[in-house]
């Protein structure tokens, strides 16, 4: 397939190539004199957020808006990106992770999608990262000339004001599929394994939740504050449409260290609940769970070791407990040889038996005959990436797509020869909680 690559406001040749003239910025970061909380400051309408634990980013507006479809779309952005960057103009006096020219990134699961994947550079950026704030502001030379904008830091922090939380009247999800159903294509993807066809194939169910007159984006801050506040651990994530909270980081670059967690086999639990000291051995030991978190731990492995990764020894997997499930997760790290940006390594990464399956290009056959609809932004790579090589990408779980009156959330896991139908459908739906659980807490009977 062709790629397409455009840049906004200044749109390009439709082909993979960075643009012979990219527009030029001027980019500059400042450190604030004070910490900010930055989960309270995302405003009603934020370009793009990334929080995780008490630090994150928040941007306001686009200054660019780079996207590419196709096989090569991950290369086709990184060059773009190259070219905007190598053009602009920065002055970072902040110097702090995450300052500097930093584009928000969500790329599609196939690279048939009819979704885009995207880099949005932010016209505003807000971080906090260590307990330390910053502001970035973009502009082009003729608003630099002109002073229309807000220029100083006082200004542009004051963009960054919580917007009012909306209160949402209680809604029913409706799955894609009845439970009878969706049970029959896992037997479905099961027979496939039994046959010999795949070793793991990873399904997913959508479930449509209908707002009425409201529009959904309206509800995107209100909801990324609650999953902020709800799962720290985990990276909570929106832009464009989709929004949600992943517990699993596809690959972290900063400087030359290279840091991805693999999860992998789940247990659902009840609320804040977890799995007994007896419990958890049982579920490390478990085969049916060890064999599908070791296909999604060496499919990320071997790529890294291909691209020629030095890794750490792995002490192998442990528990990890996120509210209403408990998974199998591997840290894996490593030392990234010079010039191997963090957009090589994410095309090389995705996606990783976790959220497809093995061999890849079977799982991924079955997975879209049996879920015959375009996963878009879901179990793709979604976070930031910085024109210093540091970044974030995270896998777009626990999330939901963002349209115009729905929030349609999508959710699954890995089977393998021995996965039992009940239990699998019981584990996508926990796999809904987060977003679920986040709107109910906008909901009230007289709205």
Not at 243 to 266: W, Y
Not at 332 to 355: D, K, N, Q, T, W
Not at 390 to 413: C, F, P, S
């Amino acid at each position: 397939m062709r790629n397409n690559v455009d840049i906004m406001p200044i749109l390009l040749a439709p082909d993979a190539h960075p643009p012979v003239d990219p527009p030029r910025f001027s980019v500059r970061s400042v450190q604030l004199d004070s910490p900010v909380t930055i989960a309270e400051r995302i405003p009603e309408d934020p370009s793009a957020l990334w929080l995780h634990g008490s630090g994150g980013l928040i941007g306001i507006g686009e200054a660019a808006r780079l996207e590419a479809t196709g096989a090569d779309r991950f290369d086709a952005l990184a060059r773009a990106f190259r070219a905007v960057s190598d053009n602009a103009e920065v002055e970072d006096l902040a110097n702090l992770r995450g300052s500097g020219l930093v584009a928000f990134a969500s790329f599609s699961y196939s690279p048939g999608s009819s979704r885009p994947s995207r880099l949005v550079i932010p016209r505003y950026l807000l971080g906090s990262v260590d307990g330390c704030a910053f502001l970035t502001i973009v502009s082009t030379e003729n608003e630099a000339a002109v002073g229309t904008s807000p220029t100083s830091a006082e200004q542009v922090l004051a963009l960054f004001q919580a917007g009012k939380s909306p209160t949402v009247a209680p809604r029913a999800m409706r799955p894609a599929h009845s439970g009878e159903a969706y049970r029959g294509l896992v037997k479905e993807a099961v027979q496939e394994i039994d046959d010999g066809v795949a070793e793991k194939i990873v399904l997913s169910e959508r479930f449509e939740i209908d707002l009425g007159a409201l529009e959904a984006k309206s509800l995107v801050p209100a909801l990324a504050s609650q999953l902020s506040r709800r799962y720290p651990t985990a990276w909570t994530f929106a832009l464009d449409d989709i929004v949600g909270a992943s517990p699993e980081m596809l690959v972290r670059t900063e400087g030359s260290t290279v840091f991805s967690r693999v999860l992998a086999g789940s247990r659902p639990v009840s609320g804040d609940e977890e799995l007994s000291a007896e419990e958890r051995e049982t579920f490390l030991h478990d085969p049916k769970e060890r064999s599908e978190h070791d296909f999604a731990a060496r499919s990320v492995r071997e790529p890294l070791e291909r691209l020629g990764v030095r890794l750490a020894p792995s002490e192998g997997p442990f528990v990890l407990h996120v509210p209403g499930i408990e998974h199998l997760a591997t840290d894996i790290r490593g030392v990234a040889p010079e010039g191997l940006g963090i957009l090589e390594i994410a095309g090389a990464l995705h996606p990783s038996a976790a959220v497809s399956g093995t061999p890849l290009s079977v799982a991924n056959e079955v997975i879209a005959r049996l879920e015959r609809v375009d996963r878009a932004g879901y179990a793709s790579p979604v976070g930031w990436i910085g024109a210093d090589g540091d970044g974030e990408l995270a896998i777009a779980l626990r999330m939901a797509h963002v349209g115009a009156t729905t929030l349609t959330v999508q959710a699954g896991g890995g089977l393998v020869s021995d996965s039992d139908p009940l239990t699998e459908h019981a584990e996508a739906l926990a796999k809904t909680r987060p977003i679920v659980r986040a709107l109910e807490a906008l909901s009230s009977p007289e709205a």
